[in-house]
C-alpha cells in the first residue's frame, strides 16, 4: 500500500506556542489530504479537507485561524496548531488520497499541551 | 441520526471463533466503504473496502455490503488475539466525505 509519514511522532509544547505537523505522501503524489483528530477512547473526527494549491476546507467547529493548513504541493501537507492550549492535547492523524482512490492514513503526531 | 454508527463493543470472542462486526450509515448515496483496524495508540490501517453490493472475501477477513438496508459489516474467521483492536468503519459519503463510525473494541480470548 501507499505510504503517508507524519513528523514529529510527537510534541510537547508550553501553552501559548505554536506547533507544526508535517505529512507527507512518500511513494504517490496526493491530490487531496484530510487532517483528523483524535481524542482518547473516541473515533477520528475530519478536521479539515485540503487540495493542493487551494485553501482548505474545514469542518463545522473546527477554527481555521488557529489550524492553518498548508497543501503547498502533491506530497507535503502541514498543520500548525497556533497559540496551543491544553484543550487542543490529542493524536493529530493526516490522510492522503490520490485522486479518488482510498485513503491512507499517516502514523499519527502525539500533541501534548502543557 | 449520525451518520456512521457501529455496535458499540466491547466485543469478546474465543480464539479461532468468527467476528462479527456491524455498521449501518445515513446517507443513501454513499459509494464507498472500509473498514479499518486501529491499534491503541496507533493510527488506524486499512484492512478492506467493498463497492458492490454482496461480499468481498481477503483471507481470514469478509466485508458484507447491503446498499438497500445500508448495511455493512465485517467477519473475521479464526480469530487470534493478534486480531483484538478497534475497527472503525468508514464511508465516503455522496458529497466525497470519509465519515468515520465510533469504533467497535474487539478482544480474542486465547
Known amino acids: 500500500g501507499a505510504v503517508v509519514s507524519q513528523h514529529p511522532s510527537w510534541v510537547i509544547c508550553k501553552s501559548g506556542t505554536s506547533v507544526k505537523i508535517e505529512c507527507r505522501s512518500l511513494?504517490?503524489?496526493?491530490?487531496?489530504m484530510f487532517w483528523y483528530r483524535q481524542f482518547p477512547k473516541q473515533s477520528l473526527m475530519l478536521m479539515a479537507t485540503?487540495?493542493?494549491?487551494?485553501?482548505?476546507?474545514?469542518e463545522q467547529g473546527v477554527e481555521k485561524d488557529k489550524f492553518l493548513i498548508n497543501h503547498a504541493s502533491l506530497t507535503l501537507s502541514t498543520l500548525t496548531v497556533t497559540s496551543a492550549h491544553p484543550e487542543d492535547s490529542s493524536f493529530y492523524i493526516c490522510s492522503a488520497r490520490q485522486f479518488y482512490n482510498e485513503q491512507f492514513f499517516g502514523p499519527g503526531t502525539r500533541l501534548t499541551v502543557l | 441520526q449520525k451518520e456512521v454508527e457501529q455496535n458499540s463493543g466491547p466485543l469478546s470472542v474465543p480464539e479461532g471463533a468468527i467476528a462479527s462486526l456491524n455498521c449501518t450509515y445515513s446517507?443513501?448515496?454513499?459509494?464507498?466503504f472500509f473498514w479499518y483496524r486501529q491499534y491503541s495508540g496507533k493510527s488506524p490501517e486499512l484492512i478492506m473496502f467493498i463497492y458492490s453490493n454482496g461480499d468481498k472475501e481477503d483471507g481470514r477477513f469478509t466485508a458484507q455490503l447491503n446498499k438497500a438496508s445500508q448495511y455493512v459489516s465485517l467477519l473475521i474467521r479464526d480469530s487470534q488475539p493478534s486480531d483484538s483492536a478497534t475497527y472503525l468503519c468508514a464511508v465516503k459519503t455522496s458529497y466525497d466525505k470519509v465519515i468515520f463510525g465510533p469504533g467497535t473494541s474487539l478482544s480474542v480470548i486465547p
Open positions: 446517507d443513501r448515496g454513499s459509494q464507498s
Open positions: 485540503s487540495n493542493e494549491g487551494s485553501k482548505a476546507t474545514y
Open positions: 511513494d504517490f503524489q496526493a491530490t487531496t
